[in-house]
């Protein structure tokens, strides 16, 4: 069984220009839990002058809360939020947040320009969140982004990535999420610093974060299992990217990758069929085409 992590009510809209309402962006994660998802992140508690997209996470995560607890969202459904500093915290906490994501860079540049905050401030904010979410006895994942290049820097070296892999470990979380932010990384690259973090971390506390941009994600997923990585994230349509990561593209589309492991045989417990039909729903709402709306196995004739 291979772990999807759905990613476009987070990473997908915060890079849209719609904005969608908290009904619609509650109405959209409901579509997504119901082809199959399992694992998505609903929101992210930073601040709205950075991120207008993700304003109002609050009232989605705590409607969505609710819902589970009444039993009209599965109770085993994880429902995820970025959470940059305690202040976010908190907020997430009160709206009943029950699995947080922390993250950092490998690109100094990077983390300034998306955190205002250096590679080591933002370690630092990330102790002290996870101090308290482990009072709360929160689940914690790590991101760390700009793994293989920064659009600011350039090319980012492995020790660096390693480094902070190093220290993000040390503190707790469960998992972390090794992000190609603008969807730059090529197999051999990926092969390269996947077996020095294995050796690290082990297989199981890695998942792969691929951006699309330059279309190498697949390529670079099917790099990782054969490494024998087993957890992915996507976004529904390939939507969104990063608003301080210019010209990146959205994530690996949820569709394309359920499609290329069920065709190799790996099940993910998704039905791609429903899912091209939410891809249906939503484009128009956020004024465009997405990737990934082809469903079906191609036809003999
Ligand atoms: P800052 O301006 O340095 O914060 O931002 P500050 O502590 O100086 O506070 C300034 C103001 O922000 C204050 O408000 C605070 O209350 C407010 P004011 O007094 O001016 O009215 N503030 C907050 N408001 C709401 N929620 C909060 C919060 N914190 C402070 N949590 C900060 C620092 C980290 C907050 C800011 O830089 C920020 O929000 N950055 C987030 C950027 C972001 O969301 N980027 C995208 C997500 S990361 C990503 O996409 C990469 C990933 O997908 C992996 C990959 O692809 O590589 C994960
Ligand atoms: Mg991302």
């Given at each position: 069984m291979i772990r999807l992590v759905e990613l476009g009510p987070r990473d997908g809209l915060q890079n849209e220009g719609a904005r969608l309402s908290v009904e619609m962006r509650i109405e959209f994660i409901e579509k997504l839990i119901d082809c199959?998802?399992?694992?998505?992140?609903?929101?992210a508690f930073v601040s709205p002058k950075w991120v207008?997209?993700?304003?109002h996470s609050f009232e989605v995560l705590k409607t969505l809360r609710a819902k589970q607890k009444s039993g009209d969202?599965?109770?085993?459904i994880r429902l995820v939020n970025l959470v940059p500093n305690t202040q976010g915290l908190s907020d997430a906490i009160k709206a009943d947040v029950q699995e947080i994501a922390v993250f950092t860079s490998a690109s100094e540049t990077f983390s300034k320009k998306n955190t205002n905050a250096s590679i080591q401030e933002s370690l630092q904010r990330i102790e002290d969140v996870i101090k308290q979410a482990k009072k709360q006895k929160l689940k914690i994942r790590g991101y760390i982004s700009t793994?293989?290049?920064?659009?600011?820097?350039g090319k980012i070296s492995e020790s660096k990535v390693l480094n902070v892999a190093k220290k993000l470990n040390a503190m707790g979380v469960y998992e972390i999420s090794i992000g190609d932010t603008i969807g730059a990384a090529t197999p051999k690259e990926v092969r390269s610093l996947n077996k020095k973090l294995i050796k690290l971390l082990?297989?199981?506390?890695l998942a792969m974060h691929f951006h699309d941009t330059r279309g190498t994600a697949l390529a670079n997923i099917l790099a990782s299992l054969d490494m024998g990585i087993t957890t992915f994230d996507s976004s529904l349509g390939g939507l969104g990217g990063c608003p301080?990561?210019?010209?990146a593209a959205g994530n690996v589309a949820t569709e394309d990758v359920v499609y290329m492991l069920h065709g190799m045989g790996?099940?993910?417990?998704?039905n791609l069929e429903k899912l091209v039909l939410v891809n249906k729903w939503i484009a128009p709402q956020l004024g465009r085409t997405l990737k990934g709306a082809h469903p079906f196995k191609p036809s003999k004739t």
């Open positions: 199959g998802v399992k694992n998505i992140e609903t929101g207008p997209q993700m304003d969202i599965p109770k085993s793994c293989w290049y920064c659009p600011f820097e082990g297989k199981k506390k301080y990561a210019p010209g790996f099940k993910t417990g998704y």
